[in-house]
């Protein structure tokens, strides 16, 4: 048995119980001791039960020496001097079964022949022995009986020693509880030593949580599996409510952000219009080609209010939980077949070339599970960018590619590429880090955020580099949308 408890993690209940099995190892070992060394130091000085009985065969011896004159009163301090009456009560009957003398307060009664049957015979009575022994003499025979009466324990063995024997047995009964309430205090000191700073260390973070105070970790607890397993629900609740908090103070600061850049962006088209509103009221109105020219201008600011809030009304719709895509069977082929055309158009218009390679890998593409409604405005937000950028008498190069059970698309295009601020910041909403990204431009910096979290939707990606010829590229990835 040692007093290091072992397991540090185990479970409390087997702790208790190994700490009781300890404890109570250790008091009853400590006490056959304690009990083994109160003999050894006390028992040369006490008597034994049965002191007494050892001194019958001397009593015996005299009584039969001094045969019938034993029965005369005036040999009772001989007899006396032979029988302890300090622990062993005497009484002489004479043959007809009368008392005669001795020291028992209330001697039986016997009639003679009751008396005669009980001669050389011994009764107990619990501890108590009464012997029966016959008075002989040498002439006449049988003339009585004497009756001896001692009681078999150490009080009555040792009637000068009772303070001693009391105070050694109130010991020897004392010394059990005595070791279990030493060992009790030590095992549970033991066990609150170990204990205690796990609980102390969870209940300063649970303090540290209550007041919101998240920025910290829940190292291992220890002590005991319940606490170690509480100290790990502990630590996963931290971390979901800092995510959660986190969360929530990212979407509360996008919120502010993208509030703060509505009413910039808003002013200057509000602005404009309410200038040239004021200018038609002020007399304008009397010169028609004044007259043209502010309408055009309040209908262009007029659609630029109105685009901007709809893209973030768009922004706004993706971050809704209950914000779905709707896939139909999509042939990709035919897809991008109708997107070059589109976009030929518009190339041609900014003396673009637009070119598209990779198209018949998909000639023997199954039908694939899209919203091509949502991908279509994936790749209009990344064209509007690559036009915007793109020179006079350049190029932008589309590369299709099966890609598993979707598709790749690589846009790239002959501009001045993307600064290292753009690349960090590209897919931020409202960014505008090069100057011509301006709503002078009608650019809010709100596209390639949509067409990111579009991506996002479908399970694929969106990402930016630079080519090594310093024009910008975009990658996009799309997986089929599987609905169970």
Not at 107 to 134: C, D, H, R, S
Not at 275 to 304: E, M, S, W
Request: glycine share 6%.
């Amino acid at each position: 048995m040692g007093t290091k408890i072992k397991n540090e993690n185990q479970p409390l209940r087997n702790q208790f119980i190994n700490s009781f099995s300890q404890v109570l190892g250790w008091s009853l070992l400590c006490s056959v001791i304690s009990w083994g060394i109160i003999y050894l130091l006390f028992t040369p000085l006490l008597q034994p039960a049965n002191h007494y009985e050892k001194k019958l065969n001397t009593i015996y011896h005299y009584v039969d020496v001094t045969g019938s004159s034993l029965l005369d009163v005036n040999n009772r301090s001989a007899l006396e001097e032979v029988i302890p009456t300090e622990g062993i009560e005497y009484v002489l009957y004479s043959s007809d079964g009368k008392p005669s003398y001795g020291t028992l307060d209330t001697p039986p009664i016997f009639n003679a022949t009751t008396l005669y049957k009980k001669m050389n015979t011994q009764e107990m009575t619990g501890n108590q022995v009464t012997m029966y022994y016959p008075i002989i003499d040498k002439n006449t025979g049988y003339v009585g009986t004497i009756l001896l009466q001692y009681t078999l324990n150490l009080a009555s063995s040792n009637p000068n020693q009772r303070p001693l024997l009391l105070f050694t047995v109130i010991t020897a009964l004392l010394i059990p509880f005595l070791y279990l309430f030493l060992f009790t205090l030590l095992y549970g000191y033991k066990l609150e030593k170990k204990i205690s700073p796990s609980i102390q260390r969870l209940v300063e973070s649970a303090q540290k949580i209550e007041q919101s105070n998240l920025d910290f970790t829940i190292k291992e607890i220890g002590g005991a599996k319940e606490l170690e397993t509480l100290g790990q629900s502990f630590e996963k609740m931290r971390q979901s409510l800092h995510t959660s908090l986190l969360t929530q103070w990212r979407l509360e600061q996008g919120r502010h952000e993208m509030v703060a850049a509505l009413s910039h962006d808003l002013n200057t088209p509000l602005t404009i219009i309410q200038g040239h509103v004021d200018g038609l009221l002020t007399g304008g109105i009397t010169k028609p080609k004044r007259v043209q020219q502010y309408l055009t201008t309040i209908q262009n600011n007029t659609y630029r209010s109105v685009r901007l809030l709809r893209e973030i009304e768009e922004v706004y719709k993706l971050e809704h939980p209950e914000f779905t895509l709707y896939p139909i069977e999509t042939d990709l082929y035919n897809f991008f077949i109708k997107k070059e055309e589109e976009y030929s158009v518009l190339s041609t218009q900014k003396q673009i070339q637009l070119k598209v390679t990779g198209k018949t890998h998909l000639l023997n593409l199954p039908n694939l599970r899209l919203d091509p409604f949502r991908i279509a405005q994936i790749i209009d937000n990344i064209m509007v960018n690559c036009l915007r950028y793109t020179p006079s008498n350049g190029f932008i190069h589309w590369t299709i590619a099966p890609l598993g059970n979707g598709f790749e698309l690589t846009v790239t295009d002959s501009g001045p590429g993307l600064s290292k601020k753009d690349l960090n910041h590209l897919f931020d909403p409202f960014y505008q880090g090069d100057p011509s990204r301006s709503l002078e431009h009608g650019h809010a910096g709100l596209g390639l955020t949509i067409a990111q979290k579009l991506a996002l939707k479908h399970g694929g990606s969106l990402s930016a580099h630079n080519t090594e010829e310093a024009g910008a590229s975009f990658n996009l990835k799309i997986t089929e949308i599987i609905t169970s």
